[in-house]
């Protein structure tokens, strides 16, 4: 059991959409002290081999690493307490498992979890453009009070090159989270 006091735990689950450079950045500004459980299926895996160059996984103490087949992990109980799930990049087939409740993976598996037990959530689709299908599973799933938040950049806060319009939108969905931050400049600053 983690003796560490953390202020707040979060499940951070990656799938493999283009976009999982997203997700793993993600993971690298969460701040220490928050205790991350973090999850890649294995079709993320396949796409940073596609998208990146190279990549690794952050060796931080306050990351936790499980396998997407373990469905026996602690996180996917509803007794084991977090905080909050995001699931960045969020795949159309996972948003559509988790639209209508299949659990065949641990990510699957935690957002069953995460909604019985009315927990935040939030996903990440990444695809464009959403077909009607789409839209309807993401319509469903705001209705049941998870947060649908695509990587759409604002302006606003005057980004001069990608890592500025990625530290945004990690920035935006640290907010919807209500993990600290200061990686962008907000409206009125």
């Known amino acids: 059991m983690d003796q560490k006091k953390y202020t707040k735990k979060v499940v ?21 002290d928050i205790k991350v459980y973090a999850v890649l299926s294995s079709s993320a895996k396949i ?11 952050s060796q931080e ?3 936790e690493y ?16 977090t905080d909050s799930l995001i699931i960045v990049p969020c795949s159309m087939n996972t948003l559509a498992k988790c639209t ?15 909604l019985k037990e009315k927990r935040e959530v939030l996903l990440v689709p990444r695809e464009m453009p959403f077909n009607t299908i789409q839209l309807e599973n993401m319509t469903k799933l705001s209705k049941l009070g998870v947060s649908i ?39 009125g600053e």
Request: proline residues 5%; hydrophobic residues 45%.
């Open 61 to 63: 103490e306050h990351i």
């Open 12 to 32: 951070v689950a990656i799938t493999g959409a283009s976009g999982v450079h997203l997700g793993m950045k993600l993971l690298q500004l969460i701040p220490n």
């Open 100 to 114: 209508v409740g299949i659990c065949d993976t641990l990510i699957t598996r935690v957002f069953s979890v995460m």
């Open 149 to 187: 938040a695509p990587p759409v950049i604002g302006y606003y806060s005057e980004q001069q090159s990608l890592e500025d319009m990625e530290n945004f939108l990690i920035g935006k969905w640290f907010d919807i989270l209500k993990i600290p931050h200061d990686l962008f400049k907000r409206w």
């Open 66 to 81: 499980f396998n997407d087949n373990d469905l026996a992990a602690p996180i996917s109980s509803g007794s084991f307490q």
């Open 47 to 57: 796409t940073l081999e596609k998208e990146t160059a190279q990549y690794a996984l």
